[in-house]
């Protein structure tokens, strides 16, 4: 079945413990890329990769950290966590011959305290 | 720089009535996506327009590209509880712009 796989799906953590969100897909796309969604401000886009090892800024990068070292993962990180960064993350992929379809992970809900 | 307006913000309706989510764009836009999102999911893609002027129908919902490529509708008919969620339009140049989204509550 074709699916992005997020986690740790709901995690509550305290400011300044380093976090890392796993995401996988199993459909061979070279883009991917991490999306925070808060109330009222819809979904914004922290940082793509466009293929391995290629990872750029999004709309709201500050304090994340990704990378792409296969084609398959692209893990978000959080070096230092603060309470403002208390959100539902999606990870997404699509691939250019599908139109760049977006397919989205389930989501994790992030809580810093 | 490159902006999807989207409006209106929030709908409430009565089951059976018809909702209508619209999508501004100051530029040409090359293609729209629509996604539904359902309160606590994960957004899901429901179609792409390329066309000017393209009309595309999902059963009870209609999506429509204008003419200039610079507007975008989605249409539900006859609305049900089942549609309840958010809808959002999705435009792709080098990177994706999203519309700010339009909450759908249908009254049963």
């Known amino acids: 079945e074709a699916q992005v796989t997020q986690n740790p799906r709901y995690l509550i953590t305290v400011t300044g413990k380093k976090l890392t969100v796993t995401c996988s897909q199993n459909m061979n796309h070279e883009y991917m890329s991490w999306y925070r969604q808060d109330p009222g401000l819809g979904l914004r886009q922290i940082y793509y990769?466009?293929?391995?090892?290629?990872?750029d800024k999004g709309d709201v990068p500050e304090g994340y950290k990704v990378s792409r070292k296969e084609k398959r993962n692209f893990p978000l990180i959080l070096e230092s966590p603060s309470p403002n960064q208390t959100s539902l993350y999606f990870c997404a992929s699509s691939l250019k011959e599908q139109g760049y379809t977006i397919y989205f992970g389930e989501g994790s809900w992030l809580t810093v305290v | 720089g490159q902006q999807v307006m989207q409006i209106p913000q929030y709908q409430h309706v009565q089951e059976g009535e018809d909702f209508t989510t619209y999508c501004n764009s100051s530029?040409?836009?090359?293609?729209i996506q629509w996604y539904k999102q359902r309160p606590g999911g994960h957004p899901v893609f429901l179609i792409q327009?390329?066309?000017?002027?393209e009309v595309k129908k999902q059963k009870r919902l209609t999506f429509q590209f204008g003419e200039a490529k610079k507007n975008s509708s989605l249409h539900i008919t006859a609305t049900q509880t089942t549609d309840v969620g958010t809808y959002f339009c999705?435009?792709?140049?080098?990177?994706?712009?999203f519309g700010s989204g339009t909450k759908l509550n249908v009254k049963p």
């Open positions: 999705v435009y792709n140049f080098n990177k994706f712009y």
């Open positions: 327009l390329v066309k000017s002027g």
């Open positions: 990769s466009m293929n391995v090892e290629a990872t």
């Open positions: 530029t040409t836009l090359s293609n």
